[in-house]
Structures are given as structure tokens and as C-alpha cells.
């Protein structure tokens, strides 16, 4: 009989620091990633023919990442790391099917932790598909790791920090960026802010740092505004900005136009829950925390025994927070395999919790300030792609709305919309939000698109060759 | 030609060339198709099977598939997460691609 087993899914700072945890406590564990190299998104590595001369030059969570990735990496021998492994679907039997070099195999869990991450959120707007409109988490990978800016006349345009962060790897790296679009009127809210961050000494002087590098360079940066559309031929040309009301609504009157040959796009983020959704874990609407996410108890386990969900998916809240749920989580599926007692667990978790619990006040705080408001959905007009894959307009999805269709579901049997190679995720969260006006709902009350696997493309080839590991 | 590569931070490695649409543009290893392509300041990727539209990378981490090109004669492959090789061959992909040909 072999060691039960524990599979992490994802290598970003959730999934790395469970492995740490559950790998110290002496469990079995196995990590499935989809990158080549651990680190996820935030944390992401660069290739090994790429030499780093200065560190400094990569920004601060890249030299934080370091550190993190190198403690997993020591713990190489004691643990299996599948990198190159595409998750496509969870089964009956505990059983998760992945795709590896071209082949589709199955691995069987006895508890299972979910650590997806995050992926930018998609607003619609008129020209959101012209080549050269990119999202900010897109043009970050772009800067820090493949080092090569998206444009010659860079601007950025959305809510809240990561924006700052990535104006300063541009401004750094050498690269223009015409002007910084902020959506949120933050002024008023840097007093309320700084009280929130009491005692969050990291997370304040990287924001001070940003702040700073941004007036040295004298980047524009205009508050209570948003992107209404971008123009061109074949790729983005010009950009139409116009102030919010505090709904985030246009202004009238207030539009204005910018040449830009680059538009990085960063409203926030939304939890990637389509494994969490395939386990049938019970899910609840929390806006503040980027839409539908798992509920949790305080070990993050979910509602379906065994299977529990850390980080960014199971609630949109950075690095530092998914890392010390990634920890918990870790100890508790130890717990959960015997390898600590009940008390041992409470002991080593007792530091994360804490830590949790100051971050969660400045988490407030940044929320309040950066949830999407309803005025970003109704820059779409009737022309304007909702869905990008199949070519889906507004229009169209008015008209099947009108026709009956009361939830994403049915829109997608009538219309496509969500049926194309991402899989619903680029249009799903700002159709739950549209379909609610368009009802006269609220978002919660809509049901969002089924998840069904494959959830990621897999070619038939690769199912036909499927194997069995072990 | 345009080449927005950051020269500071990083040293690349080996410099090859790589075939797009027939014309040659430069690569290094550990570089990915799309970034390759940005840095050359070609932005449209593929044109979409219905509205005819131009598209290029978006999300930039291998989840929209808005930058599938024909890569080494094989449609609807994600230039963001693809490395570039020396000598590949990187084909605007028009509509929904099919097996051995562009088209």
C-alpha cells in the first residue's frame, strides 16, 4: 500500500507554500503546474538562457518570489513537481486529468488543494479587440520576465496598485508611458487608507515607492476617469478617455483622445474557480473579492470533503495573503492524513492566522476603493464583441436576453457566447453583470456558465493516448 | 525596424532568426513567439473566422487563445506560451485554422 497522497494544484505562492507546509510534515505530495518553472503569475521565473544582471531592475516581488521559489526548489527530492502539466478536469474517484508533453494522464488524490490564481478581469468597451490592447497582467509577464515593452506610447487604464506597479517596471525598464487611467477618485481615500495599513510596513512602502517613481518621471495621472474606446485600423492607434461619476459613469461632454500605440487594461482580477465549480464545492457572489468563489472554512477547506482552495481563487486578495493560506492549508491536509495532531496543526498555523488577520484590515480598505462599479459595464455598445471567441456582440446577447434567456447558460446555447476556447472566462464575469442590469437582478442571482471538462482545450489526439500514472 | 527589448536587468541569450509570414525577424532563445513579435512592433496575430477582425496577444498567460498563429505549419497555437526556436516558421493564422496549410 502506498502513502496517501496529497495534490496541489498550482505552483504560485498558495501552492508553494502548501507544499512546503504538508512536505515538512512528511506527507506524500505532488504538484501539477502549468508553467514550465514554479512561481505562477506573480512570481513567475524567467527563462534559464536569460542571465538577471540586476535584480533591482526586476521589481520587488520578483526579488521576494526568489526567495519562496528557491525554499521549494530545496525541497525538490522530497516531493514531486509536474510543471508543464495542463489540469483539464476533476472525476468521480478522486481523480485529476492533466495534460503533459502532449499526452493526457490521471492522478489519484486522497486531499486535494486548489490553488488556481487569478486572471485579469475583462471589461468590454468599444475596440477592446484591437491588437495592442493587452491586459496589465499580460503586459507585466511581457516586461518582467520576457523583458520587452508592449509599445513606444504606453497607457494604462483600470483601478488600483498593480497599475502603479507596472507604470514603474516600464518607467525603469526605459519604456513611455503617456499617462496612468485611474477609474477610483483615490484621493479622498488616502487617509482611510493609511489607517488600514497599520502595521503592513511592506505593502505601504512598496505603494510609496510606486507613488514616487511615477511623479519622477512626471507620468500623468488622472483619477475618476476611464477608457470609453480604442480606436484604429489594424492595431490601437488612439485612446478615448472621459471622467466617472462616482458610479463610474461617463461624465458627458468630458471625452478626450490620446495617441497611444499600447493600452494595458487592469481593472482588477477575477478567481479562477472552474476546478473548485468541477469538485462541487458550494460557491457564493462577493464582489469585493472578484466574483464567484468557493465558501471556506477557516482551515480553507471547502464544502466537499478533502478538497480545499487557497489563494487568489478562492478570493482576489495578492501574493501575501494567498501564501499564508497556501501555509494553512498545507498544515490542515496534514492534519487531515495524520501526519500532525490536531494541536501540532493549530500550533504551526497559529502564525499565518495572524498574519491573515492584519492583512485582512488594509484588505478592506483597497476593496472599497477598487471594486469595479456599475458604470464599467455599460461603456459596451450594441456593437461592441462581448465574446471574443465566438464573436458575440452585445446586441446579440440583448436580443437572447429579450428572447427569454435569463442566465449564462441559456445565453450560450442561444447565442455561442462562452462556448469558445477560453471557455467562458473572458466574458462570463461581465456577462454576469450585464445580464443582472439587463433583469433588473443582482449579480448573485444569475446563474454563471457550467463548467464542464475538458475546461481547457485538449486535443483529441491527447485523450485518445491517455495514460495512467503509476 | 523596431526593437523594444529593455537592455537592462538581463542578459539574453543566443540571437537566431525566426520566419514570419515570410519575412525574417530576430529571436533569442528563451524568448516566446509573441514577445518576439511585440518587440519587432507586429501586434496582429491572427483575423477572426466571422467579423474578419484582427487580433493580437491579450491576456499574455495562455488563457484567452486570442494569439493562436500557425507555428511550424500547425494552427491555433498560443504564441504567448510558445518558445521560439531557430529558423520556425510563424504564420498569421486567418479563421479557425486547419491541419497542414495556413488557410
Known sequence: ?470 | MADRRISNGVARGTAFEILVDGRSIPAHEGETIGAALIAAGIHGLRHTAKRHEPRGMFCGIGLCYECAMVINGVPNIRACQTLATPGCTVETQKGLGRLGGAE
Request: proline residues 5%.
Open chain 1, 1 to 470: 500500500m502506498t502513502d496517501p497522497m496529497l495534490v496541489i494544484i498550482g505552483a504560485g505562492p498558495a501552492g508553494m507554500a502548501a507544499a512546503i507546509e504538508a512536505v515538512r510534515a512528511g506527507v506524500r505530495v505532488t504538484v501539477l503546474d502549468e508553467n514550465l518553472r514554479p512561481g505562477g503569475q506573480i512570481y513567475r521565473q524567467l527563462d534559464p538562457s536569460f542571465t538577471v544582471t540586476a535584480p533591482g531592475a526586476l521589481g520587488r516581488d520578483f526579488q521576494r518570489g526568489q526567495a519562496l521559489v528557491a525554499e521549494y526548489a530545496s525541497l525538490a527530492s522530497r516531493m514531486e513537481h509536474l510543471g508543464d502539466s495542463l489540469v483539464w478536469g476533476l472525476f468521480p474517484e478522486r481523480e485529476v486529468a492533466f495534460l503533459r508533453g502532449g499526452e493526457s494522464q490521471v492522478i489519484r488524490y486522497d486531499q486535494l488543494i486548489i490553488a488556481l490564481g487569478a486572471y485579469d478581469r475583462p471589461i468590454p468597451f468599444p475596440g477592446w479587440t484591437l491588437p495592442g490592447v493587452l491586459t496589465a497582467g499580460g503586459a507585466q509577464r511581457l516586461v518582467k520576465t520576457q523583458r520587452v515593452l508592449p509599445g513606444e506610447r504606453i497607457l494604462l487604464v483600470g483601478t488600483g496598485p498593480l497599475q502603479l506597479a507596472l507604470a514603474n517596471q516600464i518607467i525603469h525598464a526605459g519604456g513611455k508611458v503617456v499617462g496612468i487611467v485611474e477609474a477610483a477618485g483615490v484621493l479622498g481615500n488616502w487617509f482611510q487608507l493609511a489607517c488600514g495599513a497599520v502595521g503592513q510596513w511592506t505593502l505601504v512602502s512598496d505603494a510609496l515607492h510606486y507613488a514616487w517613481g511615477i511623479t519622477k518621471a512626471r507620468v500623468p495621472l488622472l483619477r475618476s476617469h476611464v477608457i470609453v474606446e480604442a480606436r484604429g485600423n489594424s492595431k490601437v492607434e488612439e485612446a478615448v478617455i472621459a471622467r466617472v461619476d462616482e458610479e463610474w459613469r461617463v461624465v458627458p461632454g468630458t471625452a478626450r483622445t490620446i495617441a497611444v500605440d499600447a493600452l494595458c487594461v487592469g481593472y482588477g482580477f477575477v478567481p479562477s474557480v472552474e476546478l473548485t465549480r468541477l469538485a462541487g464545492c458550494e460557491h457564493q457572489y462577493r464582489s469585493e473579492l472578484g466574483g464567484w468563489i468557493p465558501v471556506r472554512d477557516e482551515h480553507m477547506g471547502t464544502t466537499v470533503s478533502g478538497v480545499y482552495a487557497a489563494g487568489d481563487c478562492a478570493g482576489v486578495a495578492g501574493s501575501q495573503v494567498a501564501l499564508e493560506e497556501g501555509r494553512i492549508a498545507g498544515i490542515a491536509a496534514a492534519c487531515a492524513l495524520g501526519r500532525l495532531s490536531g494541536e501540532e496543526a493549530a500550533r504551526r498555523a497559529a502564525p499565518s492566522h495572524h498574519r491573515l488577520r492584519s492583512l485582512a484590515r488594509l484588505r478592506r480598505v483597497l476593496d472599497a476603493i477598487s471594486v469595479p462599479r456599475r458604470g464599467l459595464y455599460e461603456l459596451a455598445t450594441d456593437d461592441t464583441v462581448v465574446c471574443r471567441c465566438e464573436e458575440i456582440t452585445l446586441g446579440e446577447i440583448r436580443a437572447a436576453i429579450a428572447g427569454g434567456a435569463n442566465d449564462l447558460n441559456a445565453i450560450k446555447r442561444m447565442t455561442r457566447s462562452g462556448m469558445g476556447t477560453c471557455q467562458g472566462r473572458y466574458c462570463g464575469p461581465a456577462l454576469q453583470e450585464i445580464v443582472a442590469r439587463e433583469r433588473n437582478a443582482l449579480p448573485q442571482e444569475v446563474v454563471p456558465l457550467n463548467p464542464r471538462p475538458p475546461i481547457r482545450p485538449v486535443s483529441i489526439a491527447a485523450l485518445a493516448g491517455q495514460g495512467e500514472l503509476e
